[in-house]
T-cell receptor, first 114, second 112 residues
Framework: GENVEQHPSTLSVQEGDSAVIKCTYS??????FPWYKQELGKRPQLIID?????GEKKDQRIAVTLNKTAKHFSLHITETQPEDSAVYFC?????????????FGRGTQLTVWP | NAGVTQTPKFRVLKTGQSMTLLCAQD?????MYWYRQDPGMGLRLIHY???????AKGEVPDGYNVSRLKKQNFLLGLESAAPSQTSVYFC???????????FGQGTRLTVV
């Protein structure tokens, strides 16, 4: 089955700096890679996603890059703000025999200091 | 349009007791999921379903059973609760592969 590794587990940045979170996956059949943000006591919510036919996607201060050959994808947050503080999860969704599965990494606790 | 709703929100069980968690979605989604969330462990997939009447095991299925008799509902059962099953449980659903998954509000379960 799929194995999603996420690093780092904690990340502290100063307001205005950039933050980068990296994930690797093991199943070459995976073709969909979403990122979720979970604020304390809340449910995870999608912030951006990328499909395997795309190398990069941006949405305002957030971008995601995908390297299918190396099986890794990254989340980039620019101009961080205190409200970006949360736990971020990467995920991978498979095809073929693992159709329908949605696997998550262990999460990154991002803290943005004012 | 309520989205994904989990019942109950909180529950305390004694070791050996059984219970069922209900997940209901009103978005006509095909896929439904049950995850558990423990500190430092992320979201671990327990069981999932790709359609009415079908279920499959995820990463940590032991001690849990599921049923999807109706498309809009996905039930998670604990036959004999153990303290190791103390966790926050999240249900999620999505339309198909490569689409956004929507989560319920979570169920905090404590087994004493």
């Amino acid at each position: 089955g799929e194995n999603v590794e996420q690093h780092p587990s904690t990340l502290s940045v100063q307001e205005g700096d950039s933050a980068v979170i990296k994930c690797t996956y093991s199943d070459s059949a995976s073709n969909y890679f979403p990122w979720y943000k979970q604020e304390l006591g809340k449910r995870p919510q999608l912030i951006i996603d990328i499909r395997s036919n795309v190398g990069e996607k941006k949405d305002q201060r957030i971008a995601v890059t995908l390297n299918k050959t190396a099986k890794h994808f990254s989340l980039h947050i620019t101009e961080t703000q205190p409200e970006d503080s949360a736990v971020y999860f990467c995920a991978a969704s498979g095809g073929g025999s693992t159709l329908g599965r949605l696997y998550f990494g262990r999460g990154t606790q991002l803290t943005v200091w004012p | 349009n309520a989205g994904v709703t989990q019942t109950p929100k909180f529950r305390v069980l004694k070791t050996g007791q059984s219970m069922t968690l209900l997940c209901a979605q009103d978005m006509n989604h095909e896929y439904m999921y049950w995850y558990r969330q423990d500190p430092g462990m992320g979201l671990r997939l327990i069981h999932y379903s790709v359609g009415e009447g079908t279920t499959a095991k995820g990463e940590v299925p032991d001690g849990y059973n599921v049923s999807r008799l109706k498309k809009q509902n996905f039930l998670l059962g604990l036959e004999s609760a153990a303290p190791s099953q103390t966790s926050v449980y999240f249900c999620a659903s999505r339309f198909l592969d490569s689409t956004e998954a929507f989560f319920g509000q979570g169920t905090r379960l404590t087994v004493v």
